[in-house]
């Protein structure tokens, strides 16, 4: 008989501690559930499938830190957002004085308290690791383009001074 659950339970925070056999659960006693990857660290399956997913086991992990190197983000952006100003005069002919522009007027640069910059419609914060096991912030910001189903997006470190720049970057 397995003690492990079999209901999926979601939730957007989450303290685990590692219990005697290895596998991750919350104070609640509820067991992290994770979709397996392979060798390459590919997730091997169709990631909305919770059929697949599998409890998940520390107890043979070793404690050298992997840099994040890939981000995968599925979804399902919504399609009734209104298309904004910055959107509407990069597109025009000639261009808006407060068109967006990754390069001179950029979501990036957004400063609510100026008003400098474009605002995103939304924002998604991603927390990855640094070759050492340190957590960084990395946001990717989404604005609505006047072209249908057409997006504009950004990727950013939180903060910027994170980002080392040199050779190859």
Do not use: C, H
């Not at 660290?41 to 107890?59: K, M, Y």
């Not at 952006?77 to 990069?90: C, F, G, N, P, R």
């Not at 640094?130 to 604005?143: C, H, P, W, Y």
């Amino acid at each position: 008989t397995s003690r492990l659950p079999t209901a999926a339970w979601f939730t957007r925070a989450g303290a685990f501690t590692v219990d005697n056999l290895g596998y991750l659960k919350n104070t609640a006693g509820l067991y992290l559930q994770g979709w397996p990857v392979d060798a390459e660290g590919n997730i091997a399956t169709d990631p909305s499938d919770l059929n697949r997913l599998r409890t998940v086991n520390v107890g043979s992990v070793g404690g050298t830190a992997e840099a994040t190197t890939r981000i995968q983000l599925n979804a399902n952006i919504k399609s009734s957002q209104l298309v904004s100003a910055e959107a509407t005069d990069a597109s025009a002919v000639p261009v808006g004085a407060n068109a967006y522009d990754p390069a001179t007027n950029s979501m990036a640069m957004w400063d609510p308290e100026t008003g400098a910059g474009v605002k995103p419609d939304f924002e998604l914060t991603i927390p990855v690791s640094d070759s050492k096991g340190g957590q960084r912030t990395v946001a990717i910001a989404f604005l609505k383009s006047t072209v249908p189903n057409q997006w504009y997006s950004e990727i950013r470190a939180i903060p910027a001074s994170d980002v080392v720049t040199g050779p190859g970057l």
